[in-house]
Each structure stands twice: as structure tokens, then as C-alpha cells.
């Protein structure tokens, strides 16, 4: 059994623990990810380069899998961070210029329709079924593997992370007798974890109040638009609200539903903590494992770190030590659908000029044997995202609640929601990031929606109704996109 | 014996220059006309059309509110921000005209701040003004006696002061080290024959010192004014131009349509916008303030 320290080391020494294992089950069955390893070594003494996202996450290609990479194949890896605002960006300066800078692209999911309309994503049809990785595929968890991965029915992208919001609340204070027996008298109600949006306001308005003394806030979240622009399109869709008419194509989110979330959002500012508008990841992060909220709801990570996994590390050392380990619950987020908010495709360049080496590098890099060990990473941000990952007896191990933790994690990614991806995705949602901007500013609900039904109508004339017509009901009709009411 | 007399090429002097002409004009020409060239037709993040379009991107112009919402953003900012840097580092070069114990330190600590990049001079102040953990809400917590909890890059009351007091901030030491420098070079025995004579401070410095100082001033007002016009750093720093748009300036747009939303074309036709608006502007201002003399 790995130990937490273990995994410690797999950090810090790029990989060289835990290797043992890894090679050993590298050599027990001829796998996806020996498969390429072999292959890749007629590519020995080259160089690859590979975009991933700043920070946290590029620890993955830059102390564990890059140099792992090189050590099995003799390849090397440059690792080009870029912030994910920048990401598309980048990725398209570099087809547009046709530079050919990047051989391998980390891709969020809902960009793919329109880099690969643009041309800049390779096809990896043909290599997967030379590699002989179409079985491994079909173990990645099904609503990532059947949504994330096609564009006009061929493969643009591996996803590799399973990005997923979970609801996260103290376990402790909900099974508290005292705070049971006055939320029963305020509101009337058994306390328990909120399924459904009405009962959230509720639970959290009544917990604020509760826990006044203890300085304790019924929740927080994210607030930052950034975020918020994928908890308005996860509440808006739970609460029954479509993005567009299927037949005009005409914008709906300024339907009664999309004014109600919005209304209803600004009004929960008002029992979180102060301020709570400008909440980024880290703020949001730094109160919930500090004690001071009772339900938050954020990333995959936000678990690990609440119980205590890997903070131990140096490049961890920011993130606050968590004074609630042990006392954290996960579930679903009111409605029962969480966003599979952002995550990461592996993908090749179409411009790059080492496509075959790439192609190789992100198969190892997907594959069963590698991805358990990387979404292990306590620093990486990978978060499972393949079938074996959630029932892995390794990682089922990591900590007490672990098991609760994956079973969380699974059923997220068995219920989740596609974020919206149509042609020009990020126009459409910067008109929502703008929407939730105006609506901190303490503009009117109603105006504003109508304001950014009229931005999207404008965006869709643009690209034209018809061709985004047939993107949308393309999107529309995969089986994550709305909930099955 | 004859004497062969060598004339030199009267053309050489063109051949030393050449190469600089050429540099300048392949970093500097060619791309402002391809950029007009590209203005004239529709690329954008999905179609690369090379064909003439037109007029097209040039009446999009007119018919986009963000663009002149934009532009009024950057004009407030500027009809703000400016007249207070200059006052301010007008007051400034005063009160340090006169010689005083320690005041080439003080000078080169109030330069400080022109010398921090503008993008980390906002990364800075967002984290000064954050609700949460920047100390400028608890400095006054302290005087209010109770939790302050502005939101300084969210709220549309507070979101304009906390940008134009960040850029005054940093570019009125500019304008200080400029006045300073133009009122050292003043005549002071005219300003003190005019005191001598009865002269208020006011008369003095209207009839005596602004003439003097004038076509310093001038060039200070007209860098800082393009400057201005020109702001980026500081408001994507903080505010990326939220909330919603509401700070959102003609650079912030140009950049979040290029490069953002990859309307190259259409980009282009707001670049071009700009510099015509520009021309237009300096021109008037150059030949105002008698710079062109």
C-alpha cells in the first residue's frame, strides 16, 4: 500500500517512487502505456513540447510525468505553462501563425468544436487505432469518454480530468444536536444537506444565523465571474432552464428561470461572508478549510486538501492548513447536477511538427497505468476521470473518507453537466461572465439577462443561426448537456 | 604627371542610411498597412476571408455601443486623472523647489512608483484593496471603529476612484520630475523683481512662471494625456474592465477583441479609429499649445 508519504516522494523525486509498482505493471500486461513507450523510442533524443496550464497542474509534466517520459523513452518534454485565460489564445496564435511551436495541447472540452473547425486540432483516429488504444479508451468514465472526446465523430482529444463540482459540507456541525435543534426551531425543518436550491438558501440563511457566535457563515462560494459562470449554467439548467430555443436558436437565458438564479444568487451575497463577491478559488478555499463556512462547493481538489492530502508538500505550502480534516462530507450539489466545469482533453497540434512523438506522449500519459498514478499527484490537480480511478484500492486508501470522497466524484461524473460548447464558445460566455459582473454590481436582474440574451442573439446572427443551429442540437442532444428531468 | 581627383559618390550618404530607412520601414510601415489592408476584410477566429469587404468593419464601428462606451471610459479617466497629476505634481515641484535637508532622498522616493511596471503596480493595489485581506479596508476599519467592507474593484461607486487614484499614484511623480525640472530653469530674479514690485503668487506665477515653464508642461500634459488615453495595465490588473464593462477601456476592448475573441479584422478597424482619432487630437493640441513653433 502507498502511504501519504509515499506519494510525497512521487513529487518531489519526479516520479522515482512509487516507479517500482509502476513499472511492474507496466511489464505485466503489454498496455496502452508500454505500448507507447515502445513506439516512442524511435523518437529518443527529440524533443516535444506540450501546453499545459500554469501553476499547479504543470507540476504533473514538469516533476512526475515529463521526466518519467524522458527516463522511459529518452524524449525530451518542454512544458510551456499558460494560464488558462490565455490557453485558446495561445493555441490559436500559434495555428494561426502556423509556427508550429506546440506538438502536444492541453484543451478544454468546450473549445474543441471550434479548434477543430479552425483546423488546429490533428485527428487521432488513425494513431489510436495504430497504437491500439480505442480498448483503453473505453474505460474512461463514460459521461467524459462519450462527451468530451468527439467533434463530427472522430477524436480531437483524451479527456484526462475530471473536473466536477462537488458540494462539500462539515459534517460535524450538520450532525450537531444543538445546531439540529435550533435549525428545527427556526425553520421548522430537519437539518440535513440540501438537494435542491430552495433548501439551500434556506439551510445556509438559517446556518449563518446559527453559527453567528462561532463566526461561522452557512456557506461561501466562488464568486469571481470566472466561476460563477459555471454555477449560473449548472443552477440554471437544474432549475429546468434551457440556453436556447431549439428551433429560432433565439438566447432563453433571460427566461423566468435564468432571472430567478440570478435573483437568487445575489440574494444568498447577503448570508455568506462579507465581501464574498470577489471570492476567488484560493479565498473561497482558505474560509472553508479554516472553519469558517458550512457548505461550499467547488473542484475535486478542495476534498484533498480539506482532508489533509499532500498539503504536507512544499508546493502546497500555500494552501491553508485545513482545521476540519476529518469532518468534511461530500454530495452533490443542490439539484443533483453537478458542471463538469472546464477539465482538460490531451490533444496534438495540427501545426506540430512531431505529431507522431506527441500523439505517443499523451497516450502514455491517458493510459490506465499512467493516469492513476498522475491523478494521485496530491499537487497535480488531475482529478479522476477513468472507471479504475474511483474504485482504485490505492487510492481508496489515501484517507478515511476517502471511499466517500471517489463515490462522490463518480457519481458527479455519472450525473454531471457538459459545459456549454457551441461554435465561438468563450463570445457566449463572456457575455455570461459580463452578466454576473453586472449582477455584483447590483444591476437588475431582469435587465441584465435580457441584455445578455440580446449579446448572445447578436453573437449567434454573427456566426450565422443555421450553422450554429447544427452545433448546438449536436451538443444538445449528448446525454450531459441537460438533465433528464 | 596628372592628378586624379576623386570625387566622392554624392549618393553614399543615402547608402548609410539605407538599411535604417529599411528597418524602419519593414517594423514600422508595413505593418500599420497590412493592418489596414487586413481592416478591409473579414478575418476572424473562424474564417480567414481574405476578400474585400468593403466598408464593412469601418460602419460596424458606428453601430457598436461597447466601442463608444469604451471610449467615453478611457475620456472620463483621462479628463480625471490628468488635471490632478498635473496639479498635484505641480504642488509637488513647488514645495520641493527650495533647497531642504534630505530632499534628493525624497525626490528619489517619489519617483518610485514610475519606475514599477504599471501591470505590477495593479496586481499591487488589487491586493491592497482586497476586502478580505488588503489592508487599506482595515486601515480604515480602524478609524471607523468597525469591519470596513468596500469592495473597491466590484462596486461602480468605488471602482473609478480606486483606478484613478492607482494611476495618479504612479504617473504624477512623472509630471513632478518634469515641473521640477522646467521651474528650476525658471529666471528667478523676474519672480522676485515681481514680488518686489507687489505681485500676488497667483500673478506672478500666471504672467511670469506659466510662460516659462509652458512648452515643458505642454509635452508632460500631451505624453501623459496619450498615456491615458492608452491605459491598459492598470485597469486589467484590477478590474479587467468589470464590473460588467463599466471600466472597460478603448485599449481593454481593442485587446479583448483581438486577442480574446479573434476579430482580427474588425480589430483592425478599431485600430485605425484610434489613430485617426489620435492625429486628429494631437494635431489640435500641438498647434494649441504652440508646441509646433
Redesign the interface.
Known amino acids: 500500500m502507498v502511504t501519504r508519504r509515499d506519494v510525497g516522494k512521487i513529487g518531489l523525486a519526479a516520479g522515482l517512487a512509487g516507479s517500482t509498482s509502476f513499472a511492474a505493471r507496466q511489464a505485466a500486461a503489454a498496455d496502452a502505456a508500454q505500448t507507447a513507450v515502445d513506439a516512442a523510442k524511435q523518437f529518443s533524443g527529440q524533443t516535444i513540447s506540450i501546453v499545459w496550464e500554469a501553476g499547479l497542474q504543470a507540476l504533473d509534466p514538469l516533476n512526475f510525468s515529463g521526466p518519467k517520459w524522458k527516463e522511459l523513452t529518452g524524449i525530451d518534454v518542454k512544458v510551456v505553462e499558460v494560464s488558462t485565460a490565455e490557453m485558446f489564445t495561445k493555441i490559436m496564435q500559434d495555428y494561426k501563425s502556423g509556427a508550429g511551436a506546440y506538438d502536444a495541447l492541453n484543451v478544454i472540452p468546450s473549445w474543441m468544436p471550434d479548434l477543430v473547425n479552425a483546423g488546429a486540432l490533428e485527428d487521432l483516429d488513425p494513431y489510436v487505432d495504430k497504437y491500439g488504444y480505442r480498448e483503453e479508451l473505453q474505460k474512461i468514465a463514460s459521461t467524459y469518454r462519450d462527451n468530451q472526446m468527439m467533434v463530427n465523430g472522430k477524436i480531437y482529444g483524451f479527456p484526462d480530468d475530471g473536473d466536477v463540482f462537488v458540494m462539500y459540507f462539515r459534517k460535524d456541525i450538520f450532525a450537531d444536536p444543538a445546531v439540529q435543534a435550533a435549525f428545527k426551531e427556526k425553520t421548522g425543518k430537519d437539518l440535513a444537506v440540501p438537494a435542491t436550491w430552495a433548501d439551500f438558501d434556506v439551510t445556509g440563511a438559517a446556518l449563518t444565523e446559527i453559527l453567528k457566535d462561532k463566526n461561522m457563515y452557512g456557506a461561501g462560494f466562488f464568486r469571481q465571474p470566472p466561476y460563477t459562470m459555471f454555477m449560473f449554467q449548472e443552477r440554471f439548467r437544474n432549475e429546468g432552464g434551457k440556453f436556447f430555443d431549439a428551433d429560432s436558436m433565439k438566447a432563453t437565458i433571460n427566461s423566468d428561470v435564468g432571472v430567478k438564479v440570478l435573483t437568487d444568487m445575489r440574494e444568498e451575497n447577503k448570508w455568506m461572508p462579507p465581501g464574498v463577491e470577489q471570492w476567488g478559488f484560493v479565498e473561497n478555499l482558505a474560509a472553508f478549510l479554516q472553519g469558517q463556512t458550512a457548505m461550499t462547493i467547488s473542484w475535486p481538489p478542495y476534498g484533498r486538501w480539506a482532508a489533509g492530502y499532500g498539503t504536507d508538500q512544499e508546493v502546497l505550502s500555500w494552501v491553508p492548513k485545513s482545521t476540519i480534516a476529518g469532518k468534511v462530507g461530500y454530495a452533490m450539489p443542490p439539484g443533483g447536477h453537478p458542471e463538469l466545469a472546464a477539465g482538460f482533453c490531451l490533444s496534438v497540434a495540427s501545426t506540430s511538427k512531431n505529431k507522431e512523438a506527441a500523439y505517443l506522449f499523451i497516450q502514455w500519459l491517458n493510459s490506465e497505468a499512467t493516469s492513476l498514478q498522475r491523478v494521485q499527484l496530491p499537487y497535480a490537480l488531475r482529478d479522476p476521470f477513468r472507471d479504475s480511478h474511483f474504485t482504485s484500492a490505492e487510492y481508496l486508501a489515501k484517507w478515511p473518507d476517502a471511499k466517500h470522497y471517489l463515490a462522490a466524484l463518480q457519481a458527479g461524473a455519472t450525473n454531471g453537466l457538459l459545459d456549454l460548447s457551441v461554435l465561438q464558445t468563450d463570445k457566449y460566455e463572456e457575455v455570461l461572465r459580463q452578466m454576473i459582473s453586472k449582477l455584483w454590481a447590483g444591476e437588475d436582474p431582469k435587465a441584465i439577462a435580457d441584455a445578455a440574451a440580446a449579446e448572445w442573439d447578436a453573437i449567434t446572427d454573427k456566426i450565422g443561426v443555421d450553422k450554429q443551429k447544427e452545433v448546438y442540437s449536436s451538443w444538445a442532444s449528448k446525454s450531459g448537456a441537460y438533465p433528464k428531468m | 604627371m596628372s592628378a586624379t581627383v576623386i570625387r566622392p559618390d554624392r549618393n553614399f550618404k543615402y547608402w548609410i542610411i539605407a538599411p535604417a530607412v529599411f528597418l524602419l520601414l519593414a517594423v514600422g510601415l508595413f505593418p500599420l498597412i497590412y493592418s489596414l489592408i487586413v481592416s478591409f476584410m473579414r478575418i476572424d477566429?473562424?474564417d480567414?476571408d481574405t476578400s474585400f469587404a468593403g466598408l464593412y468593419n469601418y460602419k460596424q464601428l458606428f453601430r457598436d455601443a461597447r466601442l463608444w462606451q469604451s471610449l467615453l471610459h478611457t475620456l472620463i479617466i483621462t479628463a480625471i486623472a490628468l488635471p490632478l497629476e498635473l496639479i498635484l505634481g505641480l504642488a509637488m515641484a513647488y514645495l520641493f523647489l527650495e533647497k531642504m535637508p534630505g530632499r534628493q532622498i525624497f525626490v528619489s522616493l517619489l519617483v518610485l512608483p514610475t519606475i514599477i511596471s504599471p501591470i505590477v503596480a495593479g496586481a499591487t493595489w488589487r491586493l491592497l484593496l482586497?476586502?478580505?485581506y488588503g489592508p487599506i479596508n482595515q486601515i480604515l476599519g480602524w478609524f471607523a471603529g468597525e469591519?470596513v467592507?468596500l469592495?473597491w474593484?466590484?462596486?461602480?461607486t468605488l471602482v473609478y476612484p480606486a483606478i484613478i487614484f492607482c494611476e495618479i499614484w504612479q504617473w504624477t511623480p512623472f509630471m513632478f520630475l518634469i515641473l521640477l525640472a522646467a521651474l528650476s530653469n525658471v529666471d528667478k530674479s523676474q519672480t522676485e523683481a515681481a514680488e518686489i514690485d507687489g505681485a500676488s503668487f497667483w500673478r506672478s506665477f500666471r504672467y511670469i512662471v506659466l510662460p516659462a515653464i509652458w512648452p515643458v508642461m505642454a509635452i508632460a500634459i500631451l505624453i501623459r494625456g496619450l498615456d491615458l488615453f492608452r491605459i491598459f495595465d492598470i485597469i486589467w490588473a484590477l478590474t479587467m474592465g468589470?464590473?460588467?464593462?463599466?471600466t472597460e477601456t478603448i485599449s481593454v476592448y481593442t485587446y479583448?477583441q483581438g486577442?480574446?475573441?479573434?476579430e482580427t479584422s474588425y480589430t483592425a478597424a478599431i485600430a485605425f479609429l484610434i489613430i485617426a482619432m489620435l492625429t486628429i487630437i494631437v494635431t489640435w493640441a500641438i498647434r494649441r499649445m504652440g508646441l509646433a513653433k
Not at chain 2, 242 to 246: A, E
Open positions: 477566429m473562424m480567414t482586497d476586502n478580505q469591519r467592507n469592495l474593484t466590484i462596486s461602480p468589470g464590473p460588467g464593462t463599466m479583448n486577442f480574446k475573441q479573434f
